[in-house]
């Protein structure tokens, strides 16, 4: 079965106050696939550089590197990082290698 799904940390960068809510954290990672919950250090409003936020994330789907937020009365783009993601085969758009490594491609 192929999986074309996985769960990753997703760091949010340069976050005014008001949106170290999690119903705003989880609004801004909708961006990027299904928010799943946030890290303690974000939950206890521990502000840092980020807000960390599991996401369950579709691979087959391009992965942003910043995210346009809209507030009543502001808007701003912010960068994302992802802390890991799985070697992801495009060509058999399946988890387990890259398409660099892909031995149909490179043979």
Not at 8 to 30: D, G, M, N, Q, T
Not at 62 to 91: I, K, M, N, Q, R
Request: overall charge neutral; aromatic content about 12%.
């Amino acid at each position: 079965m192929k999986s074309t799904k996985t769960q990753a940390w997703v760091r949010i960068y340069h976050l005014p106050l008001e949106y170290w809510r999690p119903k705003a954290l989880f609004s801004i990672a909708r961006g990027i696939g299904t928010p799943l919950s946030l890290d303690d250090h974000t939950m206890r409003n521990n502000r840092g550089l980020f807000a960390r936020v599991l996401v369950d994330i579709y691979l087959l789907s391009p992965l942003p590197d910043e995210l346009f937020v809209e507030g009543s009365d502001v808007a701003f783009v912010t960068d994302v990082e992802y802390e890991w993601l799985p070697p992801f085969c495009s060509h058999y758009k399946m988890i387990g290698h890259e398409l660099a490594q892909c031995r149909v491609i490179h043979t």
